[in-house]
C-alpha cells in the first residue's frame, strides 16, 4: 500500500475530531478510491464521528484503518438497520442454471468462467423447524457452496434438491481485498420494544469472497436496561473465503423480549456474526470477560461450512441453524457459554480449554444433531469453575416427538484422545461424569415405545485418554437403554 496513492477521508472533508459527523465525507473517499481503484488510509491520531445519517461507506479497495477511532452512537438514528461500512465486489452476479442437486453431489455439469460462490434454495422443503420458546415453522431449504471452473463442488451439499426454485451465483474475486486497524466504539441503542426482537445492524457488513479482515477492534458501552439487540457488528455473509485475524470484539448486554411461544426469552446481541458462508476463518480473535454470564455469547452463525477456529478467546462458538463439512477448533478457549454444534461433517476440538456446563452442547431446539464424528484431542474443561455441577460432557435433548425438517442423530462416533474434566466442585451424590444426558429430559406425558420422529444413538466411543479430577469413572448416561446401546472402547 506504501507504494501506491492513498486516499484519505481528510481528502474529502472529514474532520476527525470526534464531534463533526464525518460519514458523509467517509462514503465520499471510498466512493473515489472505488472508481479509481486506490487504496484507503486514515490518519492515526484521529477520531471520526459516523453520525445518526441513514448513509454506508462501500469499501471496495483495500483499506487502513490504522490507529483511527471512529465513535458511533446509536441512541438516536435514522435507520438502526443499515450497515455503516459494506466491503463489497465490484464484480455483478452470473447468471447460472441448475435445476437439482443432491446431497453430497461433487461435480456439476457446468463450466463456469472462473470459481464461483452459489447459493441455491427450495422453498417448498422446510428445515431447521425450531423447537421450545423461540419456536418457528423452519426455513426454506438451502445451500451454499463454491463452484470451480471446472465443474467440482467445494463445501457438501447438504440436501437433495428435487426441485430449486432460487438460485445466485458470484463469481469469487482472484485477489484478496484486505482491511485492517481502526478503533471502534459503539455507544448502545435504548430501543424499547416488548414483543419480538429488532435486530441492529449499524456494522461492518461483508459480503465479498476473497476477503481478510484484521486488527479491528470493537467496545461497546453506554449500555442501560432497555435496549434491543444487535446482529453483530462484524457481520459476514453470502461469500466464501473470509478471514477474520487478530480482532477484539466485546459481548452484549443480556436482554429479554416475549418469544414467539409467548413466554420471555434472552435476547441473542451478538458482536460477530456469519450467515451463509463458506470457509470461514477466526484466527487470534479475542474478547475479555468471557465468564461474564450477564453478557451474551458473542457469536451467531447460520448455514455456514467450514468452519476453522484457531488460538481464539470467546464467550462461546455457536453454530444456529447448521454448519457441515469441516467444524474445528484449535488452541482456543471458550468461555461461560461453551462449545455449540448442530449440522454434520467432522468436528474437532483440540488442544483447546472450556468452561462452559457442558464441552460440547447439541443444540436441542434445533435436534441434538450432529451427523457426523466427534474428536475431542488434548483439551481441558472446567464446568464448575463458578459453582456446584453435574458436568454432561455432550449435551444432548430431543425425545423423538418434534419434526425438525431432517432426521436426528447423536454424534456416530467420538474419539476422546486427551482430555482433563475438573469435575471436582459437584453436589452430593456424584456418581461421576457422563458423556450424555437422558434425551429424553423434559417431555411433556408419557412418551409411546416407537417415536414419530426417532433419535439415532451414537455407535461408538473411544476413549484414548481421560482424566476426572474428581477420581470418578465416567459413565455412557443415566439413560438405561442408551448406556446399552453405545459400544465404548477404553485404552487408559
Known sequence: MSSEKCISYEDFGAVGDGVADDLPAICAAHAHANAKGLPVKTKGNAIYHLGSQALTALIQTDTDWNTSRFTIDDREVEDHSKALFHIASKIEPIELNIDCLSRDQKQLDLKPAGDCYVQVEDESTKRFIRRGLNRN??????????????????????????????????????????????????????????????????????????????GVTHYVGGETDEGQPYRGFLDVRNCANVTLRNCFVTGHKMYSTIGSAGEPVSMGSYDLHANHVVNLRLMHCRMNHILDRSLWGVIGTNFCKNILLEDCTLSRMDVHMGVSGGYTLKRCTLGHMGLNAVGRGNLLLEASTIYGYSLINFRGDYGSIWDGDVVVKDCRWFPGYEGEVEPMMFNVINDGMHDFGYACSMPRHITVDGLTVDDRNHPDGYEGLVFFPDPDRGAEGALPDSRPFPYERSKSIQVKSLVALSGKEFRVSGNTELEKQVAVTREN
Open 137 to 214: 415453522e423452519g426455513y426454506a431449504q438451502q445451500d451454499s457452496f463454491i463452484l470451480r471452473k471446472d465443474g467440482s463442488v467445494e463445501g457438501p451439499i447438504d440436501w437433495d434438491y428435487e426441485s430449486i426454485t432460487r438460485v445466485e451465483a458470484h463469481l469469487i474475486d482472484e485477489t484478496a481485498l484486505r482491511v485492517r486497524g481502526g478503533i471502534f466504539t459503539t455507544y448502545a441503542n435504548r430501543m424499547r420494544q416488548e414483543v419480538g426482537y429488532n435486530y441492529w445492524g449499524r456494522s461492518i457488513s461483508v459480503t465479498r469472497s476473497n476477503t481478510e479482515v484484521e
